[in-house]
C-alpha cells in the first residue's frame, strides 16, 4: 500500500507564492510518476502537473510559466511551487502517484489553497 501526505496549503494574496510538498511512503516502486491535481468547489477535479524520473515535467496550460514541478527519488517527494497565484487558483489540490506497471492510483487527502485579497 502507498501513502501521500501533502503539506503546504494556506491563505495567499493574488501574485503571491506557495509551495506545496508531497511525501510518499510504502510500497513504491521506481516505476512511477508522481503529480498533481485540483478541485474547485461544484466542479471537478483536473490535472495540474506530473513529473515521472528522466522525464519533462507536463503542466496543465492554466499553470504554465507559474508553477513548476520537481521531485527528489531519493525521499519520495514531490513539490509544487506555485508563483503569480490567481483567484482561480483556489482549490484543493490532491498529490497523486501511479504506479506504471501495476497500474495503480493512489491520492493524498489533499490541501486547501486559497488565493484572496
Known amino acids: 500500500q502507498v501513502q501521500l501526505v501533502e503539506s503546504g496549503g494556506g491563505l495567499v494574496q493574488p501574485g503571491g507564492s506557495l509551495r506545496l510538498s508531497c511525501i510518499a511512503s510504502?510500497?513504491?516502486?521506481?516505476?512511477?510518476?508522481m503529480g498533481w491535481y485540483r478541485q474547485a468547489p461544484g466542479k471537478e477535479r483536473e490535472f495540474v502537473a506530473h513529473?515521472?524520473?528522466?522525464?519533462?515535467?507536463t503542466y496543465a496550460d492554466s499553470v504554465t510559466d507559474r508553477f513548476t514541478i520537481s521531485r527528489d527519488n531519493t525521499k519520495n517527494t514531490v513539490h509544487l511551487q506555485m508563483n503569480n497565484l490567481k483567484p482561480e487558483d483556489t482549490a484543493v489540490y490532491y498529490c497523486?502517484?501511479?504506479?506504471?506497471?501495476?497500474?495503480?492510483?493512489?491520492w493524498g487527502q489533499g490541501t486547501q489553497v486559497t488565493v484572496s485579497s
Open positions: 513529473i515521472a524520473t528522466g522525464v519533462t515535467p
Open positions: 497523486h502517484l501511479r504506479e506504471i506497471v501495476a497500474n495503480s492510483d493512489y
Open positions: 510504502g510500497s513504491i516502486s521506481r516505476f512511477n510518476t
